[in-house]
């Protein structure tokens, strides 16, 4: 700690920071633009400065940038000096010389930085009586809104989208006094994480273009803490509602999860929730809509269960609530996961590896702060795109500390300087997976193989880093790349090794984890993440129940068997072929969604399931951590419930027995907690539904909502009542305590004088730290560093090469692959065509262009697809992509017949 005098008064201060860090740390309100606590320091805006003294005795002091000022013990400065004062009111002048002071109309009033520092800067009067300098906007796609003549060149987009998150497509193109931030020409934008450019730009040149069709400004938005529904990741998300829709999704930061970040299918993926392809009314087969009521539905419903053998099928995607309501429903030995053998296989690994406590997991901070990462089997750029951002973090964060080691005048935070001194050089990070990927060029260690041979070359990792495990035959070229390897992996401290379920490969799970437990000595903090492929698979996994397939079976030997389907399109799952029979075998199928798809329409009844914006739950992330999720508004229909009110309804129904008193999330959490002890402690993962703080709930409305009057005036001048929430600490008004709640609890940053996403400075124990008492979830998996390792011994054989069959993989994609963000306009928009991708010679040998159409054989299934070379993929296998709109799921890792067919 360094002790440090800012006007007159003393303050001990973290040594390593910037003098800006350490204002906004102790609450001292600064302004500032370019400057973010992911980017660092380039002193670019100057508009921090603050007068700087050598000593007591000075009484001039010099301007200084505080943002490139380092923390150093004894250094005294002057925040409220009135030469700084006056210097920042004129940058913001400058700046403001050209922007079109168009605030009324701009997508980002009212939650704009750039107001917020005017404002704080005292400026409020234009002087300037010229023409101002103005560009052409450009197309950048679906997602983000181009609006250049807004800019001050704070140059945070293109620190951010260039140098943070490895984009190509979008630079800074300068001209005299002419500087343009965007595209060469226009065009959509390809990273996919474009979308954090609204986040990024301080004022509204980039705004959410989803946003703008159905546009609301900020403190007229109502808003609640949720969690990102589009992969295992778990990623905290604000959700934002206006009318009864679901308008926008903006990050939440989590120091241990996503940080500041979110990728594009989680931020934009959300508009599912107000497609016309909802499901809003019960339904009963050959009965009106107009005919069903709750009387009538839960009369039909009783004849179902009557007489009836329940099973119930439980979702990836559906709540720890709802998957726990439905096992008690049809009972522990009826419940059934609504995931495929193969799959239910390896997350069943993947828990029991976890559950020995023998490695920490890897939360996405943890990855970022690694100084080796090996990556076995996974394509983590489309099936976990934050964390491929993380890793990307690791490699960066690794070469600035190795560069730095012998340049102790460099402080970390200045950004320009740590990449001019770093140049080219990257952390370790070897990227081992089927086909090429993004991150490929940023690997130190590069291997396209078949899984069984992604799986031999873990297993030889691990032999080399413990000579006591089988020896894998490997040939030199795999062999050097071993090596190289498992020389990183000894050395580093931190060592990260990620693997996932993308390859339907078995085998990848375990030499995962042995090169973890090999890496493992007293003074190394290794951590081993397994990417899920949905955003409650790990919950749905430890619930350690039969596959979709065993209920299959059992449904093809049983008569009077009753199907209860939850929040699941089986047909996503499974093949055709195979939830085909499962259905015509049943007798009867209630079936629980919140969207209409192939499932929903074998359905005997059809419950509307209330969506994450509509409804409370808990997910369990990879690592093991869960989170809820908390209504942003209520359901236009009463119709509407959360799946696991639902199935409450019909246990009270069969057994005849009514629940003393409502049942809260949390009682259904502790009702899992007996039901199944590996959920110990889940229903602590938020605060309970009547937490107050000072005997008051928290508003979901910021202080400036514009009030139910004005809103409903249309309908009536009088206010009406405000709904009731009895499933959270939560109020639908504004009205409620104003201070800050518990993290999972912060339904909006907003701080006075802070309207913009930056508020978030406020909330923090230090910018860039952690939340202010951070409650990041619960873990449910303990770390045990006394467990003793048992290693797998097991190798599979090469992958061998069929003269006349391929082994088929899923190709995934950040955009389209998804099922829920599909439903999303601008994803639909970006979403691939189906092809099969090939390698380029085998593509050769039999006589395959890019222009022919192949047809490809899988069992009963057929599909006609325009193949496509991929130079990467090694020979013998092909990939289709996964989940999008219209594919029907195949047998995956198995061999199939391709037939040559037209041009």
């Given at each position: 700690?360094?002790?440090?005098?800012?006007?007159?008064?003393?303050?001990?201060?973290?040594?390593?920071?910037?003098?800006?860090?350490?204002?906004?740390?102790?609450?001292?309100?600064?302004?500032?633009?370019?400057?973010?606590?992911?980017?660092?320091?380039?002193?670019?805006?100057?508009?921090?400065?603050?007068?700087?003294?050598?000593?007591?005795?000075?009484?001039?002091?010099?301007?200084?940038?505080?943002?490139?000022?380092?923390?150093?013990?004894?250094?005294?400065?002057?925040?409220?000096?009135?030469?700084?004062?006056?210097?920042?009111?004129?940058?913001?002048?400058?700046?403001?010389?050209?922007?079109?002071?168009?605030?009324?109309?701009?997508?980002?009033?009212?939650?704009?930085?750039?107001?917020?520092?005017?404002?704080?800067?005292?400026?409020?009067?234009?002087?300037?009586?010229?023409?101002?300098?103005?560009?052409?906007?450009?197309?950048?796609?679906?997602?983000?809104?181009?609006?250049?003549?807004?800019?001050?060149?704070?140059?945070?987009?293109?620190?951010?989208?260039?140098?943070?998150?490895?984009?190509?497509?979008?630079?800074?193109?300068?001209?005299?006094?002419?500087?343009?931030?965007?595209?060469?020409?226009?065009?959509?934008?390809?990273?996919?994480?474009?979308?954090?450019?609204?986040?990024?730009?301080?004022?509204?040149?980039?705004?959410?273009?989803?946003?703008?069709?159905?546009?609301?400004?900020?403190?007229?938005?109502?808003?609640?803490?949720?969690?990102?529904?589009?992969?295992?990741?778990?990623?905290?998300?604000?959700?934002?509602?206006?009318?009864?829709?679901?308008?926008?999704?903006?990050?939440?930061?989590?120091?241990?999860?996503?940080?500041?970040?979110?990728?594009?299918?989680?931020?934009?993926?959300?508009?599912?929730?107000?497609?016309?392809?909802?499901?809003?009314?019960?339904?009963?087969?050959?009965?009106?809509?107009?005919?069903?009521?709750?009387?009538?539905?839960?009369?039909?419903?009783?004849?179902?269960?009557?007489?009836?053998?329940?099973?119930?099928?439980?979702?990836?995607?559906?709540?720890?609530?709802?998957?726990?309501?439905?096992?008690?429903?049809?009972?522990?030995?009826?419940?059934?996961?609504?995931?495929?053998?193969?799959?239910?296989?390896?997350?069943?690994?993947?828990?029991?590896?976890?559950?020995?406590?023998?490695?920490?997991?890897?939360?996405?901070?943890?990855?970022?702060?690694?100084?080796?990462?090996?990556?076995?089997?996974?394509?983590?750029?489309?099936?976990?795109?934050?964390?491929?951002?993380?890793?990307?973090?690791?490699?960066?964060?690794?070469?600035?500390?190795?560069?730095?080691?012998?340049?102790?005048?460099?402080?970390?935070?200045?950004?320009?300087?740590?990449?001019?001194?770093?140049?080219?050089?990257?952390?370790?990070?070897?990227?081992?997976?089927?086909?090429?990927?993004?991150?490929?060029?940023i690997s130190s260690c590069i291997a396209h193989n078949a899984p069984d041979d992604l799986a031999r070359l873990g297993f030889a990792v691990a032999h080399q880093l413990n000579g006591s495990l089988p020896r894998v035959l490997v040939d030199e070229d795999t062999l050097a790349e071993v090596i190289d390897i498992a020389v990183f992996?000894?050395?580093?401290?931190?060592?990260?090794?990620?693997?996932?379920?993308?390859?339907?490969?078995?085998?990848?799970?375990?030499?995962?984890?042995?090169?973890?437990?090999?890496?493992?000595?007293?003074?190394?903090?290794?951590?081993?993440?397994?990417?899920?492929?949905?955003?409650?698979?790990?919950?749905?996994?430890?619930?350690?129940?039969?596959?979709?397939?065993?209920?299959?079976?059992?449904?093809?030997?049983?008569?009077?068997?009753?199907?209860?389907?939850?929040?699941?399109?089986?047909?996503?799952?499974?093949?055709?072929?195979?939830?085909?029979?499962?259905?015509?075998?049943?007798?009867?199928?209630?079936?629980?969604?919140?969207?209409?798809?192939?499932?929903?329409?074998?359905?005997?009844?059809?419950?509307?399931?209330?969506?994450?914006?509509?409804?409370?739950?808990?997910?369990?992330?990879?690592?093991?951590?869960?989170?809820?999720?908390?209504?942003?508004?209520?359901?236009?229909?009463?119709?509407?419930?959360?799946?696991?009110?639902?199935?409450?309804?019909?246990?009270?129904?069969?057994?005849?027995?009514?629940?003393?008193?409502?049942?809260?999330?949390?009682?259904?959490?502790?009702?899992?907690?007996?039901?199944?002890?590996?959920?110990?402690?889940?229903?602590?993962?938020?605060?309970?539904?009547?937490?107050?703080?000072?005997?008051?709930?928290?508003?979901?409305?910021?202080?400036?909502?514009?009030?139910?009057?004005?809103?409903?005036?249309?309908?009536?001048?009088?206010?009406?009542?405000?709904?009731?929430?009895?499933?959270?600490?939560?109020?639908?008004?504004?009205?409620?305590?104003?201070?800050?709640?518990?993290?999972?609890?912060?339904?909006?940053?907003?701080?006075?004088?802070?309207?913009?996403?930056?508020?978030?400075?406020?909330?923090?124990?230090?910018?860039?730290?952690?939340?202010?008492?951070?409650?990041?979830?619960?873990?449910?998996?303990?770390?045990?560093?006394?467990?003793?390792?048992?290693?797998?011994?097991?190798?599979?054989?090469?992958?061998?090469?069929?003269?006349?069959?391929?082994?088929?993989?899923?190709?995934?994609?950040?955009?389209?692959?998804?099922?829920?963000?599909?439903?999303?306009?601008?994803?639909?928009?970006?979403?691939?065509?189906?092809?099969?991708?090939?390698?380029?010679?085998?593509?050769?040998?039999?006589?395959?262009?890019?222009?022919?159409?192949?047809?490809?054989?899988?069992?009963?299934?057929?599909?006609?697809?325009?193949?496509?070379?991929?130079?990467?993929?090694?020979?013998?296998?092909?990939?289709?992509?996964?989940?999008?709109?219209?594919?029907?799921?195949?047998?995956?890792?198995?061999?199939?017949?391709?037939?040559?067919?037209?041009?």
């Amino acid at each position: 700690m360094s002790t440090i005098v800012i006007d007159n008064k003393s303050y001990e201060v973290k040594q390593g920071k910037n003098l800006l860090e350490a204002c906004l740390g102790l609450g001292i309100d600064l302004p500032y633009f370019c400057w973010h606590p992911a980017l660092g320091s380039v002193g670019a805006c100057r508009q921090c400065a603050v007068k700087v003294y050598k000593d007591e005795h000075d009484t001039h002091g010099k301007l200084m940038m505080s943002c490139m000022e380092n923390i150093k013990d004894g250094l005294r400065v002057s925040v409220a000096d009135k030469a700084a004062q006056a210097f920042r009111s004129q940058v913001i002048e400058w700046l403001m010389t050209n922007h079109p002071h168009d605030c009324p109309v701009c997508d980002e009033g009212g939650s704009c930085h750039l107001q917020d520092m005017t404002v704080m800067t005292g400026h409020d009067y234009r002087r300037y009586h010229f023409k101002k300098r103005t560009y052409n906007n450009q197309y950048l796609g679906p997602f983000i809104h181009h609006e250049m003549n807004r800019c001050i060149q704070c140059y945070r987009c293109v620190r951010y989208y260039h140098d943070y998150a490895g984009g190509k497509d979008l630079n800074v193109f300068a001209a005299h006094n002419h500087v343009y931030f965007g595209r060469e020409q226009d065009g959509v934008l390809q990273s996919p994480f474009s979308g954090n450019l609204a986040e990024i730009c301080p004022t509204g040149v980039f705004t959410d273009k989803t946003l703008r069709e159905h546009y609301t400004r900020k403190w007229d938005l109502t808003t609640a803490p949720s969690v990102c529904q589009h992969c295992s990741l778990g990623c905290n998300t604000i959700a934002g509602e206006r009318y009864g829709q679901l308008r926008c999704i903006t990050n939440r930061f989590n120091s241990q999860v996503n940080g500041y970040f979110l990728c594009d299918r989680g931020r934009f993926g959300y508009e599912f929730v107000n497609s016309e392809n909802r499901i809003t009314q019960p339904l009963i087969r050959n009965q009106a809509v107009e005919a069903v009521d709750e009387t009538t539905l839960m009369g039909h419903m009783r004849k179902l269960m009557t007489d009836h053998t329940l099973i119930g099928i439980g979702s990836p995607r559906a709540s720890i609530e709802s998957n726990v309501a439905l096992m008690q429903l049809v009972g522990k030995e009826n419940f059934y996961q609504g995931v495929s053998d193969n799959v239910r296989f390896i997350e069943k690994r993947i828990v029991e590896v976890l559950q020995t406590g023998v490695v920490k997991t890897a939360s996405l901070q943890d990855i970022q702060q690694a100084d080796a990462i090996l990556i076995l089997g996974e394509d983590i750029w489309n099936t976990a795109p934050v964390m491929a951002l993380a890793v990307r973090q690791s490699v960066l964060k690794t070469a600035a500390h190795h560069a730095l080691k012998h340049n102790t005048g460099i402080p970390t935070w200045h950004d320009a300087a740590v990449q001019e001194l770093v140049q080219e050089e990257k952390g370790f990070l070897a990227n081992c997976t089927i086909t090429a990927s993004p991150i490929d060029e940023i690997s130190s260690c590069i291997a396209h193989n078949a899984p069984d041979d992604l799986a031999r070359l873990g297993f030889a990792v691990a032999h080399q880093l413990n000579g006591s495990l089988p020896r894998v035959l490997v040939d030199e070229d795999t062999l050097a790349e071993v090596i190289d390897i498992a020389v990183f992996l000894q050395q580093a401290k931190r060592p990260v090794i990620i693997s996932g379920t993308s390859c339907y490969n078995e085998a990848l799970i375990r030499a995962a984890y042995d090169i973890a437990v090999a890496c493992k000595t007293p003074d190394k903090e290794v951590r081993l993440a397994y990417v899920m492929p949905e955003c409650n698979s790990m919950g749905l996994a430890m619930m350690q129940a039969p596959s979709f397939e065993t209920a299959v079976l059992r449904a093809t030997r049983e008569k009077n068997i009753t199907a209860i389907i939850l929040e699941n399109d089986l047909y996503r799952n499974a093949p055709a072929m195979v939830a085909d029979l499962f259905f015509n075998s049943v007798q009867h199928c209630i079936v629980l969604d919140s969207l209409n798809n192939l499932t929903t329409q074998q359905a005997d009844i059809l419950m509307p399931a209330a969506t994450f914006a509509e409804g409370d739950g808990t997910l369990v992330n990879y690592e093991g951590r869960a989170q809820r999720f908390f209504r942003v508004f209520m359901p236009g229909q009463a119709t509407i419930q959360e799946s696991w009110k639902w199935l409450l309804k019909l246990q009270a129904l069969r057994t005849g027995v009514l629940n003393e008193g409502e049942l809260h999330p949390e009682d259904v959490l502790k009702q899992a907690e007996q039901l199944l002890p590996q959920f110990a402690g889940i229903s602590a993962s938020a605060p309970h539904h009547d937490f107050r703080i000072n005997g008051q709930a928290l508003p979901r409305e910021p202080h400036r909502y514009s009030g139910r009057t004005a809103m409903l005036s249309n309908l009536a001048v009088s206010e009406p009542k405000p709904k009731q929430d009895n499933d959270s600490p939560f109020t639908f008004t504004m009205e409620g305590y104003s201070g800050m709640p518990p993290s999972p609890l912060i339904p909006f940053f907003w701080s006075p004088g802070w309207n913009s996403i930056q508020a978030v400075n406020k909330y923090q124990q230090e910018p860039g730290g952690s939340l202010k008492n951070e409650q990041a979830g619960i873990h449910l998996f303990k770390y045990n560093p006394h467990a003793v390792p048992v290693y797998f011994k097991d190798i599979p054989e090469a992958f061998m090469i069929r003269n006349d069959r391929w082994l088929l993989f899923p190709q995934y994609h950040v955009l389209g692959s998804e099922e829920l963000s599909a439903y999303s306009k601008g994803v639909r928009e970006l979403s691939p065509e189906t092809y099969v991708a090939m390698s380029a010679s085998d593509m050769a040998r039999h006589g395959l262009t890019n222009e022919h159409v192949v047809t490809i054989k899988v069992f009963e299934q057929n599909w006609d697809l325009p193949v496509k070379a991929d130079s990467s993929l090694p020979n013998g296998l092909v990939l289709i992509p996964a989940g999008l709109h219209g594919m029907a799921v195949p047998n995956w890792n198995a061999y199939v017949i391709i037939m040559k067919g037209n041009r």
